[in-house]
Structure formats: structure tokens, C-alpha cells
């Protein structure tokens, strides 16, 4: 199976900065989407953001302006930046793929990291 593995997640102070990572097990033969996702506890987990095959990206409301998607096809791994934190983004983050693999061309995997936590203190 085709696994995705988080880093990044800490503590940091309000208005400081994080980036996660999120590396596929194996190399990516092509991807439909990727993404990230976040959990507050009592809350509904949402999309953060996302990227598209044609490298698209989309923002929630909440992060445009703050967050960056990025994609590095060469290290099969993609990245959230994470700028200008506020408390409110305190949330367990996951990273999502739905990706195909050389081994397997035409079957999709739709894959979920481990989650990483992102404390933000005031």
C-alpha cells in the first residue's frame, strides 16, 4: 500500500511560521489531487488546501494570504507554509493524495497521512 508520512507539526507563538511536509512512500505516476486538511478538537476536520493535477492551487477563506501549497514532483512531497499563525489555527493537520503509482498506473490511491499537530499560542 502506498502510505504518506507528515513533519512538521510544533508549538509556535502567534504570528510565527511552520511548514509541513508530507512525502509519499513511493514515487507519484500521477496525482489528481493533493491537500491538506485540519481537525480542531469539537470540530468538523476541513480542507486547508488543495492542489490539482494542473497544479491549481485553492485556499479555505481562513488561510488565503497566510498558507501556501506547494508540490515538489522530484521528491514526490508536498508542503504547507504556514505564515502569520494565529490560535485559531491550532488543529491536528493532514495531508491527502489521491495519486497513482508506477506499479500500479491505472488505479487511484486516495492516501491519508498520520495527521501532525500545530499548537499556536497568543
Known amino acids: 500500500q502506498v502510505h504518506m508520512v507528515e513533519s512538521g507539526g510544533g508549538l509556535v507563538q502567534a504570528g510565527g511560521s511552520l511548514r509541513l511536509s508530507c512525502a509519499a512512500s513511493?514515487?507519484?505516476?500521477?496525482?489528481?489531487?493533493m491537500g491538506w486538511y485540519r481537525q480542531a478538537p469539537g470540530k468538523q476536520r476541513e480542507l486547508v488546501a488543495s492542489?490539482?493535477?494542473?497544479?491549481?492551487?485553492n485556499y479555505a477563506d481562513s488561510v488565503k494570504g497566510r498558507f501556501t501549497i506547494a508540490r515538489d514532483n522530484a521528491k514526490n512531497t508536498m508542503y504547507l507554509q504556514m505564515n502569520s499563525l494565529k490560535p485559531e489555527d491550532t488543529a491536528v493537520y493532514y495531508c491527502?493524495?489521491?495519486?497513482?503509482?508506477?506499479?500500479?498506473?491505472?488505479?487511484?490511491?486516495?492516501?491519508w497521512g498520520q495527521g501532525t499537530q500545530v499548537t499556536v499560542s497568543s
Open positions: 491527502n493524495a489521491i495519486i497513482s503509482v508506477p506499479r500500479y498506473q491505472n488505479r487511484w490511491f486516495n492516501v
Open positions: 513511493e514515487s507519484i505516476f500521477s496525482v489528481r489531487t
Open positions: 492542489v490539482n493535477s494542473s497544479s491549481t492551487a
